[in-house]
């Protein structure tokens, strides 16, 4: 099929030093990952990082995730220590999120990190994103391509679904493989989650050897994925539903539900690695049918499961 969008570019050489280009410059553009696509400027610049925060619409307070190709660069700009290095053998890159504190000297605009001491860093997996990131002199600030509060994108129309003309080069890479955003841990004195995601506590834990907790309580922003209210489609939606009504959405999971126009099925297999992936789809579908409820049946509290309630609990929030 044709592309009828000018500013959504095939994967090629030549569009990635493009994409390069238009980072040296300070210009904002769509990158896909293996978890959501991501809205990516210099984050050693000011004026990137500013325009990142104007576009999403994005509260100050919540800082940015900072992506990186390799620890030689993540080194000038963060303190690693033991728990770190066994995380990343195991887990790097991929779809985890390490929050460190930050050097003196570090590059990274304050306002990347929200004037905290901290730095949010990930070593995305995506093919593209690495190759991208290794072009640079700079890491990529990187949050998911969508307005503030909204649904996270999974591919390049969802980027024009949030934005329309207002980034004007996206990077097709296709459909996220994962779909829900990276696992978020604190490294900081107290080891604990900050955003659950595909790597669950139980995989960590194993890792290090150590147990770790799972922040239930909010005081104070210093981690993506913290925010009362978040992936939201707009809509009000109700949890753990057994039935709806014919005029509202109602989202389900496994093989016992019927087919119908108002029903959604996140995996008919019942497999939940396939219900995260099609979560943000699902939930854009149903927004764009212009429906004005969503009801949701209870989805297993395990594995990836525990990130997708994570999800539709803030998308549920008022």
Same mark, same amino acid.
């Given at each position: 099929m044709k592309n009828i969008y000018p500013n959504i570019y095939q994967n090629s050489p030549k569009n990635l030093n493009?994409?390069?280009?238009?980072?040296?410059?300070?210009?904002?553009?769509?990158?896909?990952?293996?978890?959501?696509?991501?809205?990516?400027?210099?984050?050693?610049?000011?004026?990137?990082?500013?325009?990142?925060?104007?576009?999403?619409k994005r509260p100050k307070k919540n800082p940015l995730i900072i992506h990186y190709d390799n620890l030689k660069k993540l080194k000038k700009d963060a303190y690693i220590n033991d728990d770190f290095l066994k995380l990343y053998k195991k887990f790097c890159p991929g779809p985890l999120t390490f929050i460190l504190k930050k050097r003196k000297d570090s590059k990274i605009s304050s306002l990347a990190n929200a004037n905290l001491n901290t730095l949010a860093v990930r070593f995305p997996g995506h093919r593209i994103a690495k190759k991208l990131l290794k072009k640079l002199s700079f890491p990529l600030a990187m949050p998911s391509a969508n307005m503030s509060s909204a649904l996270s994108p999974i591919n390049a129309l969802d980027v024009i679904d949030e934005f329309g003309k207002n980034i004007n080069f996206i990077i097709?890479?296709?459909?996220?493989?994962?779909?829900?955003?990276?696992?978020?841990?604190?490294?900081?004195?107290?080891?604990?989650i900050t955003r659950p995601g595909a790597i669950n506590k139980k995989d960590l834990s194993k890792v290090l050897g150590k147990k770790i907790s799972t922040i239930k309580k909010v005081s104070?922003?210093?981690? %993506?994925?913290?925010?009362?209210?978040?992936?939201? %489609?707009?809509? %009000?939606? =109700?949890?753990?539903?057994?039935? =709806?009504?014919?005029?509202? =959405?109602?989202i389900v999971f496994g093989k016992k539900y019927k087919r119908g126009k108002n029903i959604f099925n996140l995996s008919y297999k019942g497999n939940l690695k396939e219900a995260g992936k099609n979560l943000y789809k699902t939930m854009r579908k149903i927004k764009n049918l212009n429906f004005k409820k969503i009801r949701v049946v209870k989805i297993p509290n395990k594995d990836i499961g525990i990130a997708i309630n994570d999800r539709l609990i803030k998308a549920s929030n008022k």
């Open positions: 493009k994409a390069k280009n238009f980072l040296k410059k300070n210009m904002i553009i769509a990158v896909p990952t293996e978890t959501v696509y991501g809205l990516a400027g210099n984050a050693y610049s000011y004026n990137a990082i500013k325009k990142i925060y104007s576009l999403k097709d890479g296709g459909k996220s493989k994962i779909g829900l955003e990276s696992t978020v841990i604190n490294l900081v004195k107290d080891i604990r104070k922003i210093y981690s %993506p994925g913290m925010l009362k209210k978040h992936y939201s %489609p707009g809509i %009000p939606i =109700a949890l753990n539903c057994k039935t =709806a009504g014919n005029k509202d =959405a109602f």
